[in-house]
Every structure is written in C-alpha cells, then in structure tokens.
C-alpha cells in the first residue's frame, strides 16, 4: 500500500509520493526494465548491504561487482538532506541488485559533496545526480 507515502503540503497542491529513509520498511521508485519499480531502499535480515547508500568509488573498483548490480535512476523531482529540501532535474543514479525474480534493493550512489552541496546541507557526501544538479568536486 503506497497511501503511506502521499504527502501534499497544502490542500491547493498537488498530491507527491515522498520516500524517506526513516520509513519502515525503507522503499525507493526505481527505473527498471522498462518501467518505475518500488525497491527495497538498502536490505535487512540479507546477504546484501543494509545501508541503502553504495559509494560511486566503491563501484568503480569492483567492490560490487559479486552482486551484480545494475546501474538505474530513481525518479525524483526534489530530495531532502541535512534538513534541507532541494529540486532534482533528472533523478538521482542508483544501483539495483535482484534477488530472485522479483525483489529488488536499491542503493543511492554517493560522492564526495561539491562546496555548494556541503555549504548547503552540511553533508560530506551526496547523491550522484543524473545531470549534474550541484557542481562536481
């Protein structure tokens, strides 16, 4: 049931979805061959990764490769960290590892934040943006 997830700021705007990783059970969308996906954001009680973030220097020197991930978007118009919600223009880059046929767990891809980023959530890292939302390092 997604209801849980329905937020609308006012009763004049249009009703979002919002994904927060203080959710139980922690869910993220995902783009997944061919159409959005709800994924488990991270895993518990798996071989995998509990934390739902994967670090872009980490997959760029194999260390996931034993799970076969497979790169996708997470499809969202704004995010919120260090208390601060900002826009996203084009999503945000994850990686998705299946298990089985159906159940899907998805990890944000981080970097080492840009000034910008850092001045304005206070966060050493932040999310590998689809196009580049806040400036590289």
């Known amino acids: 049931d997604l209801g849980r997830f329905i937020f609308s700021p006012s009763e004049e705007t249009e009703r979002q979805y919002r994904f927060l990783r203080q959710h139980r059970p922690r869910l993220i969308p995902v783009w997944w061959d061919g159409g959005l996906r709800i994924a ?60 089985g046929n159906e159940q899907l767990h998805a990890y944000v891809l981080t970097e080492p934040s840009s000034p910008y980023y850092f001045t304005m959530t206070r966060r050493e890292r932040m999310p590998v943006f689809v196009a580049s939302d806040f400036g590289s390092v």
């Open 40 to 99: 488990f954001w991270g895993a518990s009680g798996t071989r995998l990764p509990r934390d739902g973030v994967a670090r872009q220097e980490s997959l760029e020197r194999g260390m996931w490769a034993n799970l076969r991930p497979r790169e996708t978007t997470v499809p969202c118009p704004f995010a919120i960290d260090g208390g601060r919600t900002y826009q996203v223009r084009e999503g945000i880059r994850a990686l998705v590892v299946a298990v």
